[in-house]
């Protein structure tokens, strides 16, 4: 199975600020086939990203997703008070559907 | 709107079984896969199950192979998984997510229901 290694594991920044998370991949993913979720305590994740790079629907322009292969990023370009949360990345590219550790966006 | 509820959680001892439900309304069910994707308490996300638009294609997990069987009924929208054998590792929420594809393999999910808790304990 493809394991998906995140990074960091925590975020600290102040709103406004620009975050920066990481996923890489132990192998390629099939066609950039990657998403990204947010999670919020005690609520369901939330579809941002899929195809690496395409915005789910109704989902802020200050979301965007990048990167190919085995390396991914999520950038949240300025951060509301509402974008601190959890975020994993998931692969569909290869049989088992697998997720990241997540990365944690705290406020500083 | 669109929405899915899960039902059926609880706690069992280990070894034991557990249905869980899941009731699909506001888009066409019959044309999409559905997933089951637990959560163990403070961790991460795991993917358990998906079921294809029709019902003819499955697949697990290695956690849960042999153990659990996801299955759906197209005339009542619903979404159910069967759980045997359970062991104390499958605690978690248990949520139902709606695939974004109508395939016969699982892709990534658009919609999420908020989730229902299974405890194994003794």
């Known amino acids: 199975e493809i394991v998906l290694t995140q990074s960091p594991g925590t975020l600290s920044l102040s709103p406004g600020e620009r975050a920066t998370l990481s996923c890489r991949a132990g192998?390629?993913?099939?066609?950039?086939?990657l998403a990204w979720y947010q999670q919020k305590p005690g609520q369901a994740p939330r579809l941002l990203i899929y195809g690496a790079s395409s915005r789910a629907t109704g989902i802020p322009d200050r979301f965007s997703g990048s990167g190919s292969r085995t390396d991914f990023t999520l950038t949240i370009s300025r951060l509301e008070p509402e974008d601190f949360a959890l975020y994993y990345c998931?692969?569909?590219?290869?049989?088992?559907?697998?997720f990241g550790g997540g990365t944690k966006v705290e406020i500083k | 709107q669109v929405q899915l509820v899960e039902s059926g959680g609880g706690v069992v001892q280990p070894g034991g079984s557990l249905r869980l439900s899941c009731a699909a309304s506001g888009f066409t069910f019959t044309n999409f896969g559905m997933n089951w994707v637990r959560q163990a308490p403070g961790k991460g996300l795991e993917w358990v199950a998906f079921?294809?638009?029709?019902?003819?294609?499955?697949k697990y997990a290695d956690s849960v192979k042999g153990r659990f069987t996801i299955s759906r009924d197209n005339s009542k929208n619903t979404l159910s998984l069967q759980m045997n054998s359970l062991r104390v590792e499958d605690t978690a929420v248990y949520y139902c997510?709606?695939?974004?594809?109508?395939?016969?393999?699982?892709?990534?999910?658009?919609?999420w229901g908020k989730g229902t808790t299974v405890t194994v304990s003794s």
């Open positions: 192998q390629s993913v099939t066609n950039d086939y």
């Open positions: 079921v294809r638009y029709d019902g003819s294609n499955e």
């Open positions: 997510a709606k695939d974004s594809k109508g395939s016969s393999w699982p892709y990534y999910m658009d919609v």
């Open positions: 998931q692969q569909y590219g290869i049989s088992p559907l697998t």
